[in-house]
């Protein structure tokens, strides 16, 4: 079955960088966007990026351009995020998900998450 | 963007009972609306895509109706572990964006 499982979270002071993976499994991962969700404590689901199944199209939100960037190795089945210029408020949750289908970004698997504190 | 507005913010009902949850955008995403489960220190689950579909393996008891600008999620017959909480999320136009959620406790 589709398994995603996140690695590389941790605490980082502001303005630091931190690299999250997600690795994928149980399905064929070229054939699929993927995106990141990420969770504040305490609080709702924000949508973060998006990384078309061949990585040739990216959209992000507004809070995270120019500071954040999504990659994928689909010969690898990974995906990579990578943060620089971190502020307190980037502190969340960080989920990998599964676009439900070609042009329907539902998100219809996700991973367990990783924990991203930045912190002075 | 687009704002996803859900109410109530806070649903209290008996296993049994029928819940009725609700979520508004401020402009139409004709059926490209989602709802998702949350259960606390868990990855959201998807329950419905397009408005109206169930995902695999989501219980009949889950219903979406909705299309244009108001949605609905209806939950027939509460299970125990039905209580969580709730969210809408739009595909229609980027950026995607989600409702605040709706928590749905035991009364």
């Known amino acids: 079955q589709v398994q995603l499982v996140e690695s590389g979270g941790g605490v980082v002071q502001p303005g630091g960088s931190l690299r999250v993976s997600c690795e994928a499994s149980?399905?064929?991962?070229?054939?699929?966007?993927m995106h990141w969700v990420r969770q504040a404590p305490g609080k709702g689901l924000e949508w973060v990026a998006f990384i078309y199944y061949d990585g040739s199209k990216k959209y992000y939100t507004d809070s995270v351009k120019g500071r954040f960037t999504f990659s994928r190795d689909n010969s690898k089945n990974t995906l990579s995020l990578q943060m620089n210029s971190l502020r307190v408020e980037d502190t969340a949750v960080y989920y990998c998900a599964k676009q439900f289908a070609i042009g329907s970004n539902s998100f219809d698997s996700w991973g367990q998450g990783t924990l991203v504190t930045v912190s002075s | 963007d687009i704002v996803l507005t859900q109410s109530p913010a806070t649903l209290s009902l008996s296993p049994g009972e029928r819940a009725t949850l609700s979520c508004r955008a401020s402009?139409?995403?004709?059926?490209?609306l989602a709802w998702y489960q949350q259960q606390p220190g868990q990855a959201p689950r998807l329950l419905i895509y397009d408005a109206s579909n169930r995902a695999t393996g989501i219980p009949a008891r889950f219903t979406g109706s909705g299309s244009g600008a108001d949605f609905t999620l209806t939950i027939s017959g509460l299970e125990p572990e039905d209580f969580a909480i709730y969210y809408c999320q739009q595909r229609s136009i980027w950026p995607l964006t989600f409702g605040q959620g709706t928590r749905l406790e035991i009364k």
């Open positions: 402009q139409s995403v004709s059926n490209y």
């Open positions: 149980g399905f064929s991962l070229s054939n699929y966007g």
